[in-house]
């Protein structure tokens, strides 16, 4: 069960971000994590909300909330988690001091939600993330939601500039264009 707010704690992480490249690329290049956030928030706001971060037959993890505050460089989100393996509710009526479960079924999980601040580093490679902690949700639920956001990313042609890059050689291809390759990302907290 989920913590009152008067007793949750307060986590500090720091994300990384890195590149890796299929093509053998020693070192790939990579685009800084303050731009990564950038294109994510405005995915995140396109109306795709909640977005799912995990989903298995008794646990559902979404993206509840996403929202950028430019004076403070921060990016706020909500992470709601699902937990069907979670007892049911008990209910106590306070007249006559009765007790009844609130009747969750079996395909039902109880609710519980996370705060997030994400503020990126001046160096584009780090951001420092707070999380609240006492709801269930945790640092690789963070990693799962950036990498989640960064295969949506990807497949978008405006954000192609993030995921192609001209080849360290400066070989051309027959038109004479440089030769790119493509970068994928792994975030760890």
């Given at each position: ?54 989903k ?45 479960m609130?009747?969750?079924t ?10 997030i ?28 939601l ?23 050689s ?6 004479g ?13």
């Open positions: 069960m989920s913590l009152p707010l008067r007793k949750r704690t307060v986590h500090f992480y720091e994300i990384h971000v890195q590149a890796h490249a299929k093509a053998g690329i020693q070192n790939p290049s990579c685009a800084s994590l303050t731009e990564l956030l950038k294109r994510f928030a405005s995915l995140a706001t396109q109306s795709k909300l909640p977005q799912i971060i995990r298995s037959s008794s646990l559902h993890t979404v993206l509840s909330d996403w929202y950028y505050d430019k004076s403070t460089n921060c990016y706020q989100m909500l992470i709601s988690k699902a937990n069907a393996a979670l007892s049911d509710v008990a209910l106590r009526d306070l007249g006559t001091k009765k007790l009844r609130a009747g969750k079996k395909i039902e999980g109880i609710e519980i939600s996370a705060h601040l994400l503020r990126p580093s001046l160096d584009g490679k780090t951001a420092t993330a707070l999380l609240t902690m006492g709801a269930g949700v945790a640092a690789k639920d963070i990693e799962v950036l990498k989640g956001m960064s295969r949506l990313a990807a497949k978008q042609r405006a954000n192609k500039d993030l995921y192609w890059f001209d080849e360290p400066g070989a051309k291809d027959a038109k264009n440089p030769k790119q390759y493509q970068v994928n990302y792994r975030f760890n907290a």
